[in-house]
């Protein structure tokens, strides 16, 4: 299985849940928040041949790391993915919007610049304004929207505009999301937990709880959790393809 947007440097124990995510046979992409922790969080993936470790910058972050920009830079041709990057309008955040958007508009220009990265986006209360600053940078590489709490019409500007989404935990109960996912092409879907900031059945959620994403989404989308399972495995290949073209 497949946990395509989690948070494996932040778990008390990652080189744990990286050895049980092998054990597992799951692929893992696992998220950064600042370009300094990038390179420690892909010590973690080391002799494991499922984890990817995406190049991140956190809009929460952005304000104050503004600084690490150069960073990012530099450690960019090192790999195929970033994230977590993004917009976050939600009030605590809006105050330091400005800033995101700088960070953000520098990230998506950069990976321009680089050719295109595979990118898991962070979009809360800033679908919008993610999509405006997507369309400006359309050399930034494939936008992966993780977590999408936008509308109807946001959800079906993101996928005229080529936009995949990473659906997790926080989708898969809510009526409005459940039907915000029946909506989104299978061929843009892939799994996510957001461990270590999910639960599960009660518990933090990790890589291995992507097995209970797929029955759920499978579920909510009236497929075998087969049929489903083919589909993730063949968008996975195709992310795949699209990383390293
Ligand atoms: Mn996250």
Request: charged share 20%; net charge positive; aromatic share 10%.
């Amino acid at each position: 299985m497949i946990d395509f947007h989690c948070h494996l440097d932040l778990y008390p124990n990652p080189a744990l849940i990286a050895r049980k995510s092998a054990d597992e046979e799951i692929y893992v992409l696992s998220v950064t928040t600042t370009p300094k922790a990038w390179q420690r969080s892909s010590a973690i993936a080391v002799g494991y041949t499922r984890i990817r470790t995406a190049l991140g910058f956190h809009p929460e972050l952005a304000h104050e790391r503004k600084n690490e920009l150069s960073l990012f830079r530099k450690l960019l041709p090192k790999t195929r993915y970033i994230g977590e990057i993004g917009l976050d309008g939600s009030p605590g955040q809006k105050a330091y919007f400005k800033d995101q958007l700088f960070v953000f508009s520098e990230i998506l220009n950069a990976s321009a610049n680089a050719g295109g990265r595979v990118m898991s986006i962070h979009s809360r209360q800033a679908v919008d304004q993610v999509l405006d600053e997507l369309s400006k940078n359309p050399g930034a590489g494939l936008p992966i929207l993780h977590w999408f709490t936008g509308n109807k019409t946001q959800l079906k500007r993101a996928i005229d505009m080529g936009c995949w989404f990473s659906v997790g935990p926080g989708m898969l109960f809510n009526a409005k999301s459940k039907k915000l996912v029946t909506e989104i092409p299978h061929n843009r879907i892939l799994p996510e937990t957001d461990g270590p900031f999910t639960t599960i059945r009660g518990k933090t959620a990790t890589p291995i709880d992507s097995w209970y994403v797929i029955e759920r989404l499978a579920f909510i989308c009236q497929k075998s959790v087969d049929t489903f399972v083919q589909q993730i495995k063949t968008n996975l290949i195709e992310i795949g393809e699209l990383a390293f073209r």
